[in-house]
Nanobody
């Protein structure tokens, strides 16, 4: 499975960005798609996930500001980020967990920089 993330960039605090991650290759219809991020000097953390059914979860720090969604037909996951803060600055990685094969696949990361 290959994942191609896009949409990162530099934005001022309070601004918005939309990340996209397109998948290709063989993956079961039972999967969880998600976004993680890694800030400089910090461990990678889970930001948001969405199941095949559309159930979502978020880390507390982004609740109410970020929205994860997916287009199953296009096999793409999105992360809409609003009211961005400088502490959201990180490399964002998309992830797909195949619930049948138990295989995790990762995208290459896209940098989001939020200036104050």
């Amino acid at each position: 499975v290959q994942l191609q993330a896009s949409g990162g960039g530099t934005v001022r605090a309070g601004g918005s960005l939309r990340l996209s991650c397109a998948t290709s290759g063989s993956i079961s219809s039972l999967n969880i798609m998600g976004w993680y991020r890694q800030a400089p000097g910090k461990q990678r953390e889970l930001v948001a996930t969405i199941t095949s059914r559309g159930d979502t979860s978020y880390v507390d720090s982004v609740k109410g500001r970020f929205t994860i969604s997916r287009d199953n037909a296009k096999r793409t996951v999105f992360l809409r980020m609003d009211s961005l803060k400088p502490e959201d600055t990180a490399v964002y990685y998309c992830n797909v967990r195949d619930l049948v094969t138990r295989v995790d696949s990762w995208g290459q990361g896209t940098l989001v920089t939020v200036s104050s």
